[in-house]
């Protein structure tokens, strides 16, 4: 299946034999058994050629929608807080807010109040502007325009729509989140959005650590990392595309 899969177009037996290094005889037997079971199917009956049948996408959205989202990421958050000393966080947009899904630190000397089953907003967190970044325009207008704009929670906090915009362009320009102190004084965090199948985000990912701990090289590398973990866990959903940002 999956030399039929990469081919981009109908193979015969004979080219499916050759390419698998098999016999004739061993080739026509596993090709009609796939075609009784309705795995393949006949591109042209004349000529012989064999494709994938769309019973196989219908398995495998199957077992896609049947994949277990913390199940999955789990192992990546955890080694990447082993990697970087930092707490790694998890989270999912509930309504136009983020909720705290899942934690890992294993020895970061961080103190924040963000624990599991904690909503926070969107806009003056790393994990919630990560996946507005993913967001259409007016989306995203009505996620501001439900948010309490009013609450300053740090010095940082954006305020003005136009300024969200920007940093929104800029994250999915430099391909990761940044909250810079703006929900938690002394909190630095990089993020990043992990999509499903769909092609549509379903969480987001993030490193955070002491704001003081943190110059440009190391915010580079934390972005390179958490995007790569992000895309990681991303493509185990059945994630197809390479970036996780499309346009500035």
Not at 35 to 56: A, H, Q, R
Not at 70 to 97: C, Q
Not at 136 to 165: C, F, G, H
């Amino acid at each position: 299946m999956s030399l039929l899969a990469k081919s981009a177009q109908p193979l015969t037996q004979l080219e499916i034999s050759e390419a698998l290094a098999l016999p004739k005889s061993s080739t026509y037997e596993l090709l009609y058994t796939l075609l009784e079971k309705g795995i393949l199917e006949f591109d042209n009956e004349d000529l012989k050629t064999f494709k994938l049948s769309l019973k196989v996408f219908e398995i495998g959205m199957t077992v896609l929608e049947k994949t277990d989202f913390h199940e999955v990421s789990r192992p990546f958050l955890k080694d990447l807080s082993a990697i970087t000393g930092e707490t790694v966080f998890m989270a999912i947009d509930s309504n136009g807010t983020i909720v705290y899904v899942d934690r890992i630190e294993e020895s970061s000397s961080i103190r924040t109040v963000a624990g599991l089953g904690i909503r926070r907003p969107m806009h003056c967190t790393g994990l919630g502007k990560a996946l507005l970044a993913t967001y259409p325009a007016q989306r995203v207008k009505e996620i501001w325009e439900m948010s309490d704009r009013t609450v300053m929670y740090t010095k940082n906090t954006i305020r003005e729509y136009n300024d969200l915009i920007e940093d929104l362009r800029k994250t999915r320009e430099r391909g990761y989140a940044i909250d810079n102190r703006e929900m938690e004084d002394e909190i630095f965090c990089v993020a990043a959005p992990i999509y499903g199948h769909s092609d549509k985000a379903v969480g987001a990912l993030s490193i955070a650590a002491i704001y003081l701990k943190m110059d440009d090289k190391r915010t580079e590398l934390f972005g390179k990392m958490i995007t790569d973990t992000a895309l990681a866990i991303s493509k185990r959903l059945g994630f197809r595309k390479d970036r996780l940002y499309f346009g500035a």
